[in-house]
């Protein structure tokens, strides 16, 4: 078990969005929270990784009680979080915005090795190295930033809406790119507002509505029940 | 031609000078948002310090160096009691003002208590003048510029390259996105500030060595950092340094063509229409200031 | 107050009265402060230490009239200039020029004073209060600096030589002046301290008052309600200016003189300490500041040095652990000592969010999701 999350709740000043969520990853496990905008799943992702406090609940990462933990700490520990929209260094070249990915200092000694690797997985990046992150497109800032989570020494990924705002062509090479990533091994934990692209990688899928869990189960399953998605995410 | 070249070597003096000077600013408005109004204090604790370190008989090569850690422990002071109770919290912008001001009156009236208003001198690092085609240069004229070029270019070269360096980019640019990374904030805070307020005492004993030192004497420096700091675009290394020697050689030229009492006024009329015209400055980034 | 999913868009003047009650000034408390006003110097002056305390209280009306203002427009609108005493010093000078190099009658030149600050108000205003935050200090500094420059170095009937104006005439107050134009002086001040305190209290308490409070607060929401940012802060800006334009022309008169001396940036900061330190942004706070500052100076008198240093640490504990000032502290401490129900409208709040909604969690979901930081 890679991440426990018990008995979370979140919120901002005197609003809690999440209302106690269980949720757990285990290693090389891919997990999807599927839920419409609103319900949540930007604030779960961020009180696990540390940017939001939790007003209660436990966090458990590698075993670790992680719960009062800095976002920075979090972060060297291994779990990377991947924001929604992003959140580049906007003034930094494609490729210092990567070697920030390998910033902790585990990562940072073999950032050459795995810059190039990230250029191999991601060859746009590669030809885009010294352009500033603000003058990229939509497509190749998604790239960057999932690039950039590469780069560091990462036990778990967090994805916030990996397809939001792009074009069809664009998300299918995305949901591809995520792919690849878990089947090489690491464990990831996505949210996600529609279930269109996720059955190749998902292991199992939490329904999210108004900050509690109302489904959960086996990707096969839950993925396989149109009503239930339909009458969910419409 | 020999008063085109006085105000060349006069304004790349300036400019030196004045670039260790805004530097720091500009670094620390970047990582916090601070526009710090006690900077100008801390020039001057520095040469008080190198001042103390030759009037017990060193010279001023181990006084410079004392002032750049005096300097650098006065701003980790700062940092901890002053700035980092208030981050975060609402009303940011005129909080971090008035406490800033609040440490500039305090460390003078400190200073005046300890050292006394009477002016001092720091004594060059070497002494006289040399003439060459016609333009008088002094030597310790000659350190300042060779001391303020290798501090800034040393500085570039950390922010662009290194590991600590790239991370004070980063939280200047965008601070939760690093925290993601493992750049331990706060602690990159104190940093930027140590590095910021090290390089104010640097320049404070640079310019004390050829001008006078009172506990007073900071304010209008610090006054010129500003500017210089808004002119090159508040945050912008590079456009701090470029707009450090703009502003050298246009005080320089003014002195030169048209007498010292314009310089000031020239200046500020300046930059008065420089933020009107382009406030985000030769190289900021105009992040929303115009309603 | 309202919610922000409202779609009715209302103009600034008709706020319903939900939004801004209406605070009745506690007559018992304003017309025993006018009776006391009214007699002190009479019967200060029987005393020996009278004419100096008489000249004091002389001083904190006008000061805390121009701290007043200066709260106005920094610490209720937001707008961080370092004009103030610039302005002030336009006032003094127009009328202190007029009066003594060209004959003009003091009252004249004095009532023309704020009028003429207004103005060089507006033009300065123009330009900076397009800027935001740390702009508009430097470009108000600068001005500062400019104007410094000019009346130490300008033609001599402004700058005499450098040591400004000296000599300018009193005001003659007819069959009104005493022995001395000590307590003539004291009325006028108290005078033009009360028309100008009420008429910032009315400023708070209008529709006016509550949209710079909203202004301040949270502007993207003010922006979005159809407040005009541009022309409601040269608007208070210009008023401010008004009154501290003739706040400059009466101490010039009082003094008989004015120099560059009044642009020295402890003038600045011991305005600046007013505010804060007695209350950032609220209506009593800047003259509690006053008096707390001109108490502190007289004081500590002797221990000049010590005094700033004192000062300096003041402002900046103010800044770390009261923000708000000392007012609003009091100004709790003493309502929770009555017993009072708290006043709808609370001004100097910083945690007050006016998106703020009490209702049920999911809404929340949606708006705190947008509210998001970061």
Do not use: C
Request: zero cysteines; proline letters at 4%; hydrophobic letters at 50%.
């Amino acid at each position: 078990m890679i991440l426990e999350v018990e008995g979370l709740e979140a919120g901002y000043g005197p609003a809690t969005v999440l209302h106690g969520l269980d949720l757990t990853v285990s290693e090389g496990e891919g997990v999807v929270v599927l839920g419409p905008n609103g319900h949540g799943k930007s604030t779960l992702l961020r009180a696990i990784s540390g940017i939001l406090t939790p007003t209660a609940g436990t966090l458990r990462f590698t075993g670790q009680e992680i719960t009062a933990w800095r976002a920075d700490e979090i972060a060297t520990a291994g779990l990377v979080h991947i924001p929604q929209g992003d959140a580049l260094f906007g003034e930094m070249t494609v490729h210092d915005n990567l070697l920030m990915g390998s910033f902790v200092k585990a990562a940072w000694e073999q950032r050459h090795e795995r810059i190039e690797r990230v250029y191999e997985l991601l060859p746009q990046l590669k030809s885009r190295y010294n352009l500033l992150a603000s003058n990229l497109s939509g497509g190749e800032r998604r790239m960057l930033a999932i690039g950039r989570g590469l780069m560091a020494d990462a036990k778990l990924l967090m994805i916030d809406e990996p397809s939001l705002g792009l074009a069809p062509l664009l998300i299918e090479q995305v949901y591809e790119q995520i792919q690849a990533i878990k089947e090489s091994g690491l464990a990831i934990l996505l949210a996600d507002e529609n279930a269109d692209h996720i059955s190749g990688l998902a292991d199992r899928v939490f329904l999210l509505e108004s900050g509690l869990f109302v489904r959960e189960g086996p990707a096969e399953a839950l993925l396989a029940d149109e009503a239930l998605l339909a009458a969910y995410l419409g | 031609m020999s008063e085109l070249l006085q105000a060349s070597w006069g304004g790349v003096l300036a400019g030196s000078v004045y670039g260790l000077m805004a530097i720091g600013l500009t670094l620390i408005w970047g990582a916090v948002r601070l526009l710090n109004l006690a900077h100008g204090a801390l020039y001057v604790a520095g040469a008080y310090a190198a001042w103390t370190v030759i009037n017990i008989g060193l010279p001023l090569a181990v006084g410079i160096p004392v002032a750049v850690l005096a300097a650098g422990i006065l701003g980790y002071g700062m940092h901890v009691t002053v700035i980092r109770p208030m981050l975060g919290r609402p009303g940011w912008d005129s909080a971090s003002i008035i406490a800033t001001v609040g440490v500039a009156i305090a460390l003078q009236a400190a200073t005046l208590l300890v050292f006394g208003p009477r002016v001092k001198q720091i004594p060059a690092v070497i002494p006289g003048s040399t003439v060459v085609s016609s333009v008088r240069i002094s030597y310790q004229g000659l350190v300042i510029v060779l001391v303020a070029v290798v501090s800034l270019v040393a500085l570039f070269l950390y922010l662009r390259s290194s590991r600590q360096g790239m991370a004070i980019r980063a939280i200047s640019q965008h601070m939760d996105a690093a925290a993601l990374m493992g750049v331990p904030v706060h602690r990159t805070y104190a940093l930027v500030m140590i590095i910021s307020a090290g390089l104010a005492g640097l320049a404070g004993v640079l310019l004390s060595s050829v001008l006078f030192l009172s506990p007073t004497s900071g304010f209008t420096p610090m006054i010129i950092a500003l500017l210089v700091t808004i002119f090159g675009g508040l945050g912008s290394v590079k456009g701090t340094i470029v707009a450090a020697y703009l502003i050298g050689i246009l005080e320089s030229s003014v002195q030169v063509y048209l007498g010292g009492a314009w310089a000031l006024p020239v200046l500020f009329l300046f930059i008065i229409f420089m933020l009107i015209v382009r406030p985000s400055g030769l190289f900021g980034v105009p992040e929303a200031q115009r309603l | 107050m309202t919610t922000p999913d409202s779609t009715t868009s209302t103009p600034v003047d008709s706020i319903d009265s939900a939004a801004a009650p209406w605070r009745s000034p506690k007559w018992t408390a304003v017309s025993s402060f006018g009776v006391f006003a009214l007699i002190l110097p009479l019967v200060l002056l029987r005393f020996g230490a009278g004419t100096f305390m008489v000249h004091l209280l002389i001083t904190f009306f006008l000061w805390s009239v121009v701290a007043q203002s200066w709260n106005l427009v920094l610490g209720v609108s937001g707008i961080y200039s370092f004009a103030q005493i610039a302005l002030f010093a336009v006032g003094g000078w127009f009328t202190g020029v007029l009066s003594m190099s060209y004959g003009w009658n003091p009252w004249l030149s004095l009532a023309l004073a704020p009028i003429v600050t207004t103005v060089a108000a507006l033009i300065i205003g123009l330009p900076s209060l397009r800027l935001r935050g740390v702009y508009v200090v430097l470009l108000t500094l600068a001005f500062h600096e400019l104007l410094r420059n000019y009346v130490t170095n300008g033609p001599r009937v402004i700058s005499g030589g450098g040591y400004g104006l000296i000599g300018v005439p009193r005001l003659d107050f007819g069959p009104f002046s005493g022995f001395s134009h000590l307590v003539p002086s004291y009325y006028l001040a108290l005078g033009f301290f009360v028309v100008a305190t009420f008429s910032i209290w009315w400023v708070f308490q209008s529709p006016i008052g509550v949209a710079f409070a909203a202004l301040r607060d949270s502007e993207g929401y003010a922006v979005g309600r159809g407040i005009d940012q541009f022309r409601i802060k040269l608007f208070l800006f210009g008023f401010s200016a008004f009154f501290t334009g003739l706040a400059g022309g009466l101490m010039t008169h009082y003094l008989g003189s004015i120099s560059q001396s009044i642009f020295a940036f402890s003038v600045l900061i011991n305005v600046l300490a007013m505010i804060v330190i007695g209350g950032w942004g609220s209506f009593g706070g800047p003259i509690l500041g006053t008096a707390l500052l001109l108490g502190l100076q007289e004081g500590l008198r002797d221990l000049s040095d010590f005094r700033t240093l004192v000062l300096g640490l003041a402002l900046a504990s103010v800044a770390v652990l009261a923000p708000s000032g000392l007012w609003p502290k009091m100004r709790d401490g003493f309502r929770n000592f009555l017993d009072e129900s708290p006043d709808v409208e609370d001004e100097s709040e910083e945690g007050r969010d006016l998106l703020a909604d009490p209702g049920d969690g999911s809404e929340h979901g949606r708006g705190a999701q947008s509210a998001a930081p970061g």
